[in-house]
């Protein structure tokens, strides 16, 4: 019986994938901060090897003495064992059937942090262990912070975020490096009625240190900084990122940039933090390496943790913030010549690369990293919803692919099964599934890349009236599923799985065929539409448009010039 309940283990937790994830996005919003009164957490999974899938963990009995193999989530490497509880929740992807939600997003922290020897509790095992036993994301708190005391802590540096209905926090977590098992930590209670994000930067500064209403920490998170050498100063000035992760020009452009992104869509004054987004951190005095770090050491310029949004936002809102290229700034990645003559918001990685500059010198230059990037295995928004029981109340936003040209389709988190199209096993990164979501939807995004600017308002088109659309459907499966609630629990988490299955296949198979309908009107760089009453479409053939044949021209001078006129 032991043996089969850990293949079962083995079978439901391991995620054989092997990837960087320190290149994710996370908006958080509380109840007085939304349209309707959700809690809403997003979380985009960026890596270039990461196959998007929906994970699913059944609600389980487990028999006493059971023992849960725990693996790495990065590479699926066995790192340990740790006891199994008797109950564990039903998990749709990352949010439970009491409306819990967690995202994540690394930052790596200070390198001789790094690692401890004998952990085996990795942030994916974190994140995925506490959803299965965390009815409130205060208890998710306190449970992740239990397992990394008792077991230690195998990541780098991560900021989380944990959401309920009526509650979002977010924490930021580092390991205590060799010698010591654990962790330290701070996780802070976003006030209502305000907003908050974090991007690959940990970014809880100075926090109250008596006030566990809404803010709860590591005994020796201070202590351990002054043991080690790493602060001096008093604890009520002791900055938790600007000692275990304090912000470089990377930190800044890469990733705070993707905050002050969403922050300014929703805020008047966010502007006067633009400077410090483009890398140009000020100090008050500069760090001095192998010294202890003070207060005089930290950023000046940094944008605050949370700040109050000047509308209320709704889940439409959170979607399109997953969509973001720096539109409309002055590093706006449509504008440059590396977006082509289609104006493609994408850049190839390697993010930094070498060129030789003016002086003959060669020099260090980066690409822009926006909150959309094709590299996205799958992203999320979450919904948890007060007014509603449990069983209704938590919706699973979910896509896969670059989050600008897929869409994404509601799952309920109380549902019992996976569609088919999105679940664990479809298709692998080098095995193809023509039913599968991620290999549909990478079709078309791909596809949109060749010529960006004709093909992608078509995308957005669709994904706008497909969400739409989608809103209006929950609205009315909570009406019915309410009603048969009062009556027939057990028929109403069958009605809602049926929807989310449904409705998520459905709009799978429909993205294939609009694949087809991108591809025949236009492959081959041209632009055809149907010609009724005639054998052949119309036909238009633009070219690369006025702009880019001006700097063509700039470029290379007479090369291409016809001389007399010739056709």
Not at 523 to 550: A, E, I, R, T, W
Request: aromatic content about 14%.
């Amino acid at each position: 019986m032991k043996k089969l309940i850990s293949i079962l283990l083995t079978v439901v937790f391991v995620v054989i994938i092997n990837f960087n994830n320190n290149a994710c996005t996370n908006f958080l919003i509380t109840k007085g901060a939304s349209v309707d009164g959700s809690t809403m957490i997003s979380y985009a999974a960026d890596s270039h090897v990461l196959y998007g899938e929906l994970y699913h963990w059944p609600a389980m009995d487990w028999p006493a003495g059971t023992m849960l193999d725990v693996y790495e989530w990065d590479t699926g490497k066995l790192l340990g064992q740790i006891p199994q509880v008797a109950h564990t929740y039903n998990v749709i992807g990352n949010m439970n059937e009491f409306q819990v939600a967690i995202g994540e997003t690394t930052y790596g922290g200070l390198k001789q942090l790094s690692s401890q020897k004998g952990a085996i509790m990795d942030y994916g095992s974190l994140m995925y262990i506490a959803l299965q036993r965390s009815k409130t994301a205060r208890e998710a708190i306190n449970i992740i912070g239990d397992l990394m005391a008792k077991y230690g802590y195998y990541s780098v540096g991560e900021s989380f975020s944990i959401s309920d209905a009526n509650e979002v926090w977010i924490m930021d977590i580092i390991g205590h490096g060799e010698g010591e098992i654990g962790a330290v930590w701070v996780a802070g209670l976003i006030p209502d009625g305000y907003i908050c994000a974090h991007a690959n930067q940990a970014r809880i500064t100075t926090f109250p240190l008596d006030d566990p209403k809404n803010c709860i920490y590591a005994s020796d998170v201070i202590s351990f900084a002054k043991e080690k050498g790493l602060y001096e100063g008093k604890d009520k000035d002791f900055s938790f990122s600007d000692v275990y992760n304090p912000v470089d020009f990377g930190g800044a452009r890469f990733c705070e940039i993707r905050v002050w992104a969403m922050f300014k869509d929703v805020n008047d004054n966010m502007q006067q933090y633009f400077e410090y987004c483009k890398g140009n951190i000020t100090h008050k005095k500069v760090h001095v390496e192998n010294t202890p770090v003070t207060k005089e050491n930290y950023a000046s310029n940094r944008m605050p943790l949370w700040i109050k949004p000047n509308r209320k936002i709704s889940v439409q809102d959170m979607l399109n913030f997953m969509r973001d290229h720096l539109e409309g700034t002055e590093l706006d990645m449509r504008k440059d010549i590396g977006a082509g003559p289609f104006e493609m918001p994408y850049r190839w990685r390697p993010l930094t690369w070498d060129a030789t500059n003016e002086k003959g010198d060669t020099a260090h230059y980066c690409n822009e990293r926006a909150t959309a990037t094709q590299q996205t295995g799958f992203s999320f928004v979450t919904q948890s919803r007060s007014w509603l029981p449990n069983e209704i109340g938590g919706i699973f936003w979910f896509s896969v692919d670059d989050a600008a040209s897929s869409v994404y389709t509601p799952v309920y988190s109380s549902s019992t099964r996976l569609p088919e199209t999105f679940a664990r096993g479809n298709g692998k990164m080098m095995e193809w599934s023509d039913n599968s979501a991620f290999w549909i939807f990478n079709q078309v995004s791909n596809f949109a890349y060749t010529k960006y600017s004709y093909i992608h308002p078509e995308i957005d088109k669709k994904q706008q009236e497909y969400e739409a659309n989608f809103v209006k459907k929950v609205k009315a499966i909570d009406a019915g599923a309410k009603q048969l609630f009062e009556s027939d629990k057990e028929l109403a988490i069958e009605f809602i799985t049926d929807f989310s299955v449904n409705n998520a296949n459905s709009l799978v198979y429909d993205w294939k065929k609009f694949y087809q309908y991108l591809f025949m009107k236009y492959m081959d760089g041209n632009v055809k539409k149907p010609n009724s009453g005639h054998q052949n479409p119309n036909l238009k053939q633009p070219g690369y448009g006025k702009d880019f044949y001006n700097k063509l021209v700039k470029e290379t001078g007479d090369k291409f010039l016809m001389q007399g006129g010739g056709h």
